[in-house]
């Protein structure tokens, strides 16, 4: 006997709201007072719309937002103050499952490393210049040089944080305006 799809529809549906929804985000990545923040927490599994919620005390001058139609948070903003802050982090799935992990991130007072970035330089022959993005996970970037595009194919990051891990990826920007791929991710982790 074959089950009409509309039940089989929602016997699927009724399926996803048993899973257990899952934060895989174990860590996030410290900052310094006065540069960009930028971190993503992550969940799996459940049904969706999830519902996030932060408990404890976020890094002042961070805020968090949901994104990708609720599956993941966006932590971002500009530490104001340095200081260890221990948060919560808490996702609901749609079935009412829960789950949440701790984390602990140190905002630092000034930077105290410098990560310096070399490339090859592009073939083509109407280059104007370069850009470099940076990012906690190889997924989520961020433009770093914001003044302006990079004129050598060599660029130093100072505002990168203690213990903390940073994937960078450069582009080529021609006389146009006109803006590479990024070229394959490097990481380089904060001792």
């Known amino acids: 006997m074959r089950v009409p799809f509309l039940t089989a529809l929602l016997l699927a549906?009724?399926?996803?709201?048993?899973a257990v929804?899952?934060?895989?985000?174990?860590?996030?990545?410290?900052?310094?007072?006065?540069?960009?923040?930028?971190?993503?927490?992550?969940a799996i599994d459940g049904c969706t719309p999830y519902k996030w919620s932060v408990t404890g005390t976020l890094p002042a001058g961070v805020t968090f937002t949901p994104i990708n139609n609720t599956q993941s948070l966006s932590l971002t903003g500009a530490?104001?103050?340095?200081?260890?802050?221990?948060?919560?982090?808490?996702?609901?799935?749609?079935?009412?499952?829960?789950?949440q992990v701790n984390y602990t991130v140190v905002i630092q007072p000034a930077p105290v490393e410098v990560v310096n970035l070399t490339w090859n330089a592009s073939t083509s022959t109407n280059i104007a210049g370069?850009?470099?993005?940076?990012?906690?996970?190889?997924?989520?970037?961020?433009l770093i040089n914001?003044?302006?595009?990079?004129?050598?194919?060599?660029?130093?990051?100072?505002?990168?944080?203690?213990?903390?891990?940073?994937y960078y990826a450069a582009t080529a920007v021609n006389t146009s305006g006109t803006e590479s791929a990024k070229s394959a991710a490097i990481h380089v982790a904060i001792p």
């Open 13 to 18: 549906s009724c399926l996803q709201c048993f």
């Open 21 to 42: 929804v899952e934060i895989t985000t174990s860590t996030l990545p410290n900052g310094t007072v006065g540069s960009s923040y930028s971190a993503v927490v992550v």
């Open 79 to 99: 530490p104001t103050t340095a200081s260890s802050y221990s948060f919560t982090v808490q996702v609901k799935g749609c079935g009412g499952h829960i789950s």
């Open 130 to 142: 370069y850009n470099m993005y940076r990012g906690p996970d190889g997924v989520n970037w961020e």
């Open 146 to 166: 914001t003044g302006g595009l990079i004129a050598s194919t060599l660029y130093s990051d100072s505002t990168v944080a203690n213990n903390t891990t940073y």
